[in-house]
């Protein structure tokens, strides 16, 4: 799987998902660390990778208006990023590269939701 990561993922976890061996960009290291939201969603499909971010209003966009596909929304904080990570861990060992790239996901400490997007 291939993921671009928004700026706002913290470096730990941008380790521990390259650790795993998944390949991850950063919106950083692409030149789009001052992009908008919607620029990082279609960044992430043209590129065909699943986008990570701990900004809860890419939900707005995904569902609301329409836009791109294959979100992975962190819920998490420095005191929960162990729980956050081994559930993260569950999900990238649980469903393929083309379930996540049509899909939102919460992935949080004491779990995971999955909403597949139409």
């Given amino acids: 799987m291939k993921f671009l990561f928004d700026q706002d993922v913290y470096a730990i976890t941008v380790r521990f998902v390259r650790g795993l ?8 290291e692409i030149g789009l660390s001052r992009a908008s939201d919607e620029e990082l969603l279609r960044e992430a499909q043209a590129q ?4 990570v971010t701990r900004d809860r ?3 707005h ?3 609301v208006r329409g836009m791109g596909a294959g ?3 962190l819920r998490m904080l420095p005191s929960t990023r162990h729980e956050v990570h081994k559930e993260l861990q569950k999900v ?9 790239s049509r899909s939102f996901v919460v992935v949080e400490a004491k779990g ?7």
């Fill in 61 to 63: 966009l995904v569902f």
């Fill in 71 to 73: 979100v992975i929304y």
């Fill in 92 to 100: 990238l060992s649980s469903y393929t590269a083309e379930d996540m």
């Fill in 112 to 118: 995971h939701r999955i909403r597949r997007v139409k």
């Fill in 48 to 51: 065909e990778r699943i986008f």
């Fill in 21 to 28: 061996g998944y390949d991850v960009v950063l919106a950083a």
């Fill in 57 to 59: 209003d890419f939900g």
